[in-house]
């Protein structure tokens, strides 16, 4: 029976791509439109078999109660990436409590006269019991799994992460109140359509499934990044926060997942090489600065190595004479040059700076509104919520935790990165 039920799911992928591929072609003829449709029916009809073969596809799961779901990196608005990654996560909790209402007992005391009781449940207690638990205030799951089934004939699950007791009973966006399922780069690598299905239990039995629909992992290229010093020598501490501020700028940037030097894990997202030689790159001419950008480059073209790059960056400390500084960037082009305050400390948005003039190199212009408008952000990096998201692109900057790219600069992101010569997903 299994067999037969994973055979329908890879002809109902095998479907959704061919309607994926006519829909791209453009609607233009009434043959094109006749063709998507009728792709559309037979999926619609592989669905309803999936339905008969497989009964754990439903019913829905109803306790805790589920108030929606979300596939995101980052934003639910994002353009979903191949081999980023990615937060499924189904929003639940406890079922609408049920308060039993307090009633006048009948029973009399010893001397025949009405006892001052109350019933709760069919229970009496003295008049005066205070009640702070609602019956039937939370509900509980022990497990949950998520079945990912992609281009190819992948299947695979993935574990969900969750506390054991849900008590909200209205739809909640923190992490601690819900069901995730992280899923890594690495696992949806490849471009194309993956269905989602998770699965909830209880004292070891299934007691419902939740259909994420099937989603369209879109193509990407890396971003390959120089790194030279501006005039200053760097300290230990001044490159420990430089590269935490690549970790950042991989999670806002819509490439892979994983950070690497050049030549080294070619399926990062983001590989950088670190040329320490302080110089003067004569801002904002940039002279020595292209000099060594395509210096660099020419040297690895001549050494056969596999990675050359895509932009430059020159990075330096604020010094003691000077007051606060942030970046600069060509707009659109492939140098920016970035400084990391010291007084006072700006480690706290350094990474927000570079990611910031990156996006300038790639024509993003500064955004009108801190605040991005969408209903529920989240950080990858370290798995957590975020209450309100600030664009990266609003001048002055956020904390690095809290800014993203808006879902529209994400786009036009991608779009820059596919011009690149670098490598993407499969």
Known sequence: MTKHCDQIRDQIRELEEKAEWLQTLGLTSLGLVFLVKQVQAEI???EAELKECDPQESPALSDPKVFGSEVTQGLPEYELVAGKDTLARVFVGAKQPVVLPLAESESTDEYGSPSAESQFG???????????????GSSQLDFATLTISGPGGLNFEVPGQMSEHFTNTAKSLSEEDNVNFYIDGDQVARVGSYRLVAR????????????LGTHRFNDTKDLRLLI??????????????????LEFLQRNMPVRAGIAPMDSDLSAGLRFYVDPEPFDPDWPAWGPVKQRFTGFNQEQAANGSPDVADKVMTVRTQQTQEGPLGGTAQMPGDVSGVVLNVNPPGDSYFATIVSQEIGHNFDLGHAQDPQIPAESAFDLLHRKSLSAARNVMYNPVGS???CLFSAQDWSTLRKGLLQLNSTGPE
């Open 44 to 46: 619609a009809e592989r």
């Open 122 to 136: 069919g229970l009496s207690f003295p008049d005066g019991s205070h009640f702070d638990v609602p019956v039937h």
């Open 200 to 211: 909830f239990y209880r004292d070891g039995i299934l007691v419902g499934t939740n259909d």
């Open 228 to 245: 030279t010093v501006d005039t200053f020598p760097m300290s230990v501490e001044a490159w420990s926060t430089v590269f935490d501020a």
């Open 400 to 402: 690095n935790e809290f």
